[in-house]
């Protein structure tokens, strides 16, 4: 009873080590409960409950003994798709029978202390590049390429320094839209720049919460009612804070 307690504790770590880390790389909930239920059923747990918010992930499993229920915080989210996909990698290796317990647990350790983000450098450049060809889609001109891009760049950079000094995200992105805002009238008025309205346009796409959206709808139409509405008001607090950001640069300017 003690081994099987015990080989039950493990798959439940493993299983939300699994959801974590997909939660934290930006995987959506419905997305993570299915992981998790799967890995566990594939490792024998077939009576499984999952409940996923953007905040927290709560996982209980029903077996010959009592019911085991864990939580897990989540503090933190970002953008890496690529380990969402390494660890649905893994998942489909255990439910095809090709990876074990003891293997999972060590890969998805592994997975979870990586860091497979771009150098910050390389992060700036990819900024201001996608500001100015943002701002070309937007039926700007290439003599505003340059601005867009410089502006973009800055924008993104002040954001990231802004982020690390107040980890808050609605002040970090508010100030960086209006850096946005302040240079891209300052090139405007000294003839640098000529089409205010598609540079700021091209250089806030940077900051839009693109991938929240998405998932925030996806969430909502597979059911998940409240991480999908959760989402859903981080990605309008967000736009607040850019179109206010811009906003404030616009009124008194």
């Given at each position: 009873?003690?081994?099987?307690?015990?080989?039950?504790?493990?798959?439940?770590?493993?299983?939300?080590?699994?959801?974590?880390?997909?939660?934290?790389?930006?995987?959506?909930?419905?997305?993570?409960?299915?992981?998790?239920?799967?890995?566990?059923?594939?490792?024998?747990?077939?009576?499984?409950?999952?409940?996923?918010?953007?905040?927290?992930?709560?996982?209980?499993?029903?077996?010959?003994?009592?019911?085991?229920?864990?939580?897990?915080?989540?503090?933190?989210?970002?953008?890496?798709?690529?380990?969402?996909?390494?660890?649905?990698?893994?998942?489909?290796?255990?439910?095809?029978?090709?990876i074990d317990l003891q293997e999972a647990a060590e890969r998805l350790n592994e997975i979870h202390s990586m860091d497979l983000t771009f150098p910050f450098r390389i992060q700036v450049v990819a900024a201001s590049l996608a500001s100015g060809c943002f701002m070309i889609m937007f039926n700007g001109t290439w003599n505003d390429f340059l601005p867009a891009m410089l502006t973009g760049g800055a924008g993104f950079l002040s954001y990231v320094y802004f982020h690390r000094f107040v980890p808050v995200k609605f002040f970090s992105e508010f100030l960086a839209s209006f850096i946005i805002g302040l240079m891209s009238f300052f090139f405007v008025k000294m003839g640098f720049g000529h089409q205010l309205d598609k540079i700021i346009i091209g250089s806030v796409m940077t900051l839009v919460p693109g991938l929240l959206v998405t998932n925030a709808i996806r969430d909502l139409m597979a059911g998940h009612l409240v991480a999908g509405l959760s989402k859903g008001a981080e990605a309008f607090l967000t736009a607040f804070a850019i179109g206010a950001g811009i906003a404030a640069v616009v009124s008194f300017l």
């Open positions: 009873m003690e081994e099987q307690a015990l080989q039950t504790k493990e798959i439940m770590d493993v299983c939300l080590l699994a959801g974590k880390i997909m939660l934290q790389s930006g995987g959506e909930t419905y997305r993570v409960e299915d992981t998790m239920t799967r890995i566990a059923a594939s490792f024998g747990l077939k009576q499984t409950h999952s409940y996923v918010t953007p905040t927290g992930i709560i996982f209980s499993a029903e077996g010959t003994g009592p019911t085991r229920t864990k939580l897990i915080r989540i503090s933190e989210r970002s953008t890496d798709l690529k380990k969402v996909d390494l660890v649905n990698s893994i998942s489909r290796g255990i439910s095809n029978g090709e």
